[in-house]
């Protein structure tokens, strides 16, 4: 059974930056397209950036071109978030996405929660 | 990009009712529609992929249908535990969307 977990998360100002983990197992983390969906408390969901299994692909949401980075280590099975310049709408719990099938949103952890705010 | 709207916002049914959900592409999406439900403090479930395929371990009360733009979430004989959202997603096109979200209330 697929087990994700993510870390990383916390408050921080605007225009500062964080780093989101997500430790997988379970699975065969190398085989699998990965994802980050995001979502504002109290608000739906979104997807944030997809990364193929070996990092040779990637994509975001126009939201955060320029300023996220998705990023893998299959050596170590964890998926990374690297996020600059945050702005107070980039608030929301972060969840990590395993893609079995390439394109489903499979498997999800339990989520990180990012604050920015002064 | 593909703008996902789902109606109506609240559905309320009795127990046993059957639940209709629908979910509008603003383009065709093909059957690359994925349904989700979510509890309060919990992360999403796959509940329906391809439209109409169920995910593994997800109650046959559950079923979908569509394709193009519109799209149906059926829950047949919904129980207590089935009072929650629901969001479609499309996946046909980048950037993946999301509908905003039914919320199903069982009275």
């Known amino acids: 059974e697929a087990q994700l977990v993510e870390s990383g998360g916390g408050l921080v100002q605007p225009g500062g930056s964080l780093r989101l983990s997500c430790a997988a197992s379970?699975?065969?983390?190398?085989?699998?397209?990965m994802s980050w969906v995001r979502q504002a408390p109290g608000k739906g969901l979104e997807w944030v950036a997809n990364?193929?299994?070996?990092?040779?692909?990637?994509y975001y949401v126009e939201s955060v071109k320029g300023r996220f980075t998705i990023s893998r280590d299959n050596a170590q099975n964890s998926l990374y978030l690297q996020m600059n310049s945050l702005r107070v709408e980039d608030t929301a719990v972060y969840y990590c996405?395993?893609?079995?099938?390439?394109?489903?949103?499979?498997?999800w952890g339990q989520g990180t929660l990012v604050t920015v705010s002064s | 990009e593909i703008v996902m709207t789902q109606s109506p916002a609240t559905l309320s049914v009795s127990p046993g009712e059957r639940a209709t959900l629908s979910c509008r592409a603003s383009?065709?999406?093909?059957?690359?529609l994925a349904w989700y439900q979510q509890k309060p403090g919990q992360a999403p479930r796959l509940l329906i992929y391809?439209?109409?395929t169920r995910a593994t371990g997800i109650p046959a009360r559950f079923s979908g249908s569509g394709s193009g733009t519109e799209f149906t979430l059926t829950i047949s004989s919904p129980q207590s535990e089935d009072s929650t959202v629901y969001y479609c997603?499309?996946?046909?096109?980048?950037?993946?969307?999301f509908g905003q979200g039914t919320k199903v209330e069982i009275k």
């Open positions: 996405v395993s893609l079995p099938y390439y394109d489903i949103l499979t498997d």
């Open positions: 379970g699975f065969t983390f190398s085989r699998y397209w």
């Open positions: 990364i193929k299994e070996d990092g040779s692909e990637k």
């Open positions: 383009q065709s999406v093909s059957t690359k």
């Open positions: 391809g439209a109409s």
């Open positions: 997603q499309q996946y046909s096109t980048w950037p993946w969307t």
